[in-house]
């Protein structure tokens, strides 16, 4: 299968291609040329376990990669994961489920997408004979995900930017206290957006990016959306079959990245009735889908910080599809969004997506109900996917992290401290990380001192 910009103004490219590559070289994000068509498949694969289902769906879109490689790249990416099913899906009552997302090695959904583009650039590295150095700015938990999709691969580096103290202690420990020789977190004295900053400086310089083979972590990559889908059609599996076309997806999001994956899971012929988009007190996609406008505002931190995100990188997607599939209307979209800081869309179908928008002073009640409820415990990201649930149809709603990667936000509502062990190992092990200024010049020397 090959993948096209929404931009219109690359050539298309194979898988293989499309995930080194990330952005497209026109600055559009890279989507199937045509969607497959599931609704003829997905009843042989009902019986299958996370990593064989996951195979049986990328094997469509990954053609490049031979089957018995593909199948093995797949193996390891769910091998760390702590839980038998994967993702397993918990039912709280007859019309409540919750799709537990963070078993991975960094107890947070992103771990689904990153254990496999690691295993990815590895394959990659590795056919071609190269190495390559891998570079994010992180407010958290990207940053800890990537670094633990590539720890130890030879061949790969990875260059994590985090600001300086403002990060959780725990998101520090997963970045810092890994002890492999090819990780390097990196503390910039600044903001996040320092960070981004200088990093953005340092891959506009195209000779220092080829020299070094620079590579970029971020949540655009086509992997990380195709990864994603997979566990939407797990749980949708699960269910009994008929709950299967009453469900609503609800998910926690800031870059319409996660919900995206569904949606388009749902394009190929699942028939999922639709979902909830739940942002936090950073509401860009709250009030598009209420109004029509998609318009920029400050961004404001919360108390779940990874949603703390106003520009939804992914939207782009939605809005190729949206815009009927024309490129040249996607350029004009973005370039007035671009400038204007706002766009007003005529005719917007929002009929699969519901949506809600959560305050900070919200989320410790809505923890102690479910808490109260349920007898279960919910991080504050996924709080906000439980401010309010569709009484017409059965909920899904994803938990994209572990409450004990937020112990303090837990214990301020509910009066317990949820403790995870592999969060309790980190404790003990020394912290390394690399003091920067934020400044360019200076991480791009770090860089090439320790690039591989
Ligand atoms: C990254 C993250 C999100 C938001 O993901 P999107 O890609 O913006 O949808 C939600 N919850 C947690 C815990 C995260 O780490």
């Known amino acids: 299968m090959r993948f096209i910009s929404t931009r219109g103004r690359c050539e298309p490219l194979g898988f293989g291609d499309a995930?080194?590559?990330?952005?497209?070289?026109?600055?559009?994000?890279?989507?199937?040329?045509?969607?497959p068509d599931l609704s003829v498949r997905w009843r042989s694969w009902a019986g299958l376990g996370y990593a064989d289902l996951c195979h049986a769906f990328l094997r469509i879109f990954a053609t490049d990669v031979p089957d018995e490689t593909l199948r093995g790249i797949i193996g390891r990416s769910y091998t760390r994961f702590r839980h038998a099913d994967i993702a397993p899906l918990v039912k709280l009552d007859a019309r409540t489920y919750v799709l537990e997302l963070f078993h991975g090695p960094t107890l947070?959904?992103?771990?689904?997408?990153?254990?496999?583009?690691?295993?990815?650039?590895?394959?990659?590295?590795?056919?071609?004979?190269?190495?390559?150095?891998?570079?994010?700015?992180?407010?958290?938990?990207?940053?800890?995900?990537?670094?633990?999709?590539?720890?130890?691969?030879?061949?790969?580096?990875?260059?994590?930017?985090?600001?300086?103290?403002?990060?959780?202690?725990?998101?520090?420990?997963?970045?810092?206290?890994?002890?492999a020789d090819n990780v390097y977190a990196l503390a910039i004295d600044g903001s996040f957006d320092d960070a981004q900053t200088a990093l953005k400086e340092l891959f506009a310089d195209q000779d220092f990016r080829l020299q070094h083979r620079l590579s970029a972590v971020n949540s655009i990559?086509?992997?990380?959306?195709?990864?994603?889908?997979?566990?939407?059609?797990?749980?949708?599996?699960?269910?009994?079959?008929?709950?299967?076309?009453?469900?609503?997806?609800?998910?926690?999001?800031?870059?319409?990245?996660?919900?995206?994956?569904?949606?388009?899971?749902?394009?190929?012929?699942?028939?999922i009735r639709g979902f909830k988009v739940a942002t936090n007190r950073n509401d860009i996609l709250h009030r598009l889908f209420t109004t029509g406008e998609y318009r920029l505002g400050p961004v404001q931190p919360s108390l779940a910080p990874s949603m703390d995100i106003q520009v939804a990188s992914n939207f782009e997607r939605l809005l190729y599809y949206q815009l009927g599939q024309d490129p040249a209307r996607v350029r004009e979209v973005m370039a007035t969004f671009k400038c204007a800081g706002y766009f007003r869309f005529e005719n917007?179908?929002?009929?699969?997506?519901?949506?809600?928008?959560?305050?900070?002073?919200?989320?410790?009640?809505?923890?102690?109900?479910?808490?109260?409820?349920?007898?279960?415990?919910?991080d504050p990201h996924t709080a906000c996917g439980f401010k309010e649930l569709a009484r017409d149809r059965v909920s899904v709603v994803l938990a994209t992290a572990s409450p004990a990667k937020f112990p303090d936000t837990i214990r301020a509502a509910i009066g317990i401290e949820p403790r995870d062990p592999a969060l309790e190992t980190l404790k003990s092990r020394p912290i390394i990380k690399h003091k920067l200024a934020a400044n360019a010049a200076d991480i791009a020397r770090f860089v090439a001192d320790h690039a591989v």
């Open 221 to 271: 990559n086509l992997a990380r959306v195709l990864a994603q889908c997979v566990y939407y059609l797990h749980a949708w599996l699960r269910l009994p079959e008929a709950d299967r076309s009453e469900i609503e997806f609800v998910v926690p999001t800031g870059n319409f990245g996660n919900v995206l994956a569904g949606w388009m899971l749902q394009r190929m012929g699942v028939p």
């Open 108 to 179: 947070a959904f992103k771990d689904f997408a990153l254990q496999l583009l690691g295993n990815l650039y590895e394959h990659q590295c590795r056919e071609r004979g190269q190495t390559i150095n891998v570079l994010g700015a992180t407010s958290g938990d990207t940053g800890a995900a990537a670094i633990h999709g590539l720890l130890g691969k030879p061949g790969v580096a990875i260059f994590i930017l985090y600001p300086d103290g403002r990060v959780s202690p725990l998101q520090e420990r997963q970045m810092t206290c890994t002890g």
């Open 348 to 378: 917007f179908d929002r009929d699969c997506f519901t949506s809600t928008r959560c305050e900070d002073v919200e989320i410790p009640g809505i923890i102690r109900r479910v808490h109260q409820d349920y007898g279960y415990m919910v």
């Open 19 to 35: 995930v080194a590559t990330g952005l497209a070289p026109d600055g559009g994000l890279f989507l199937p040329e045509q969607l």
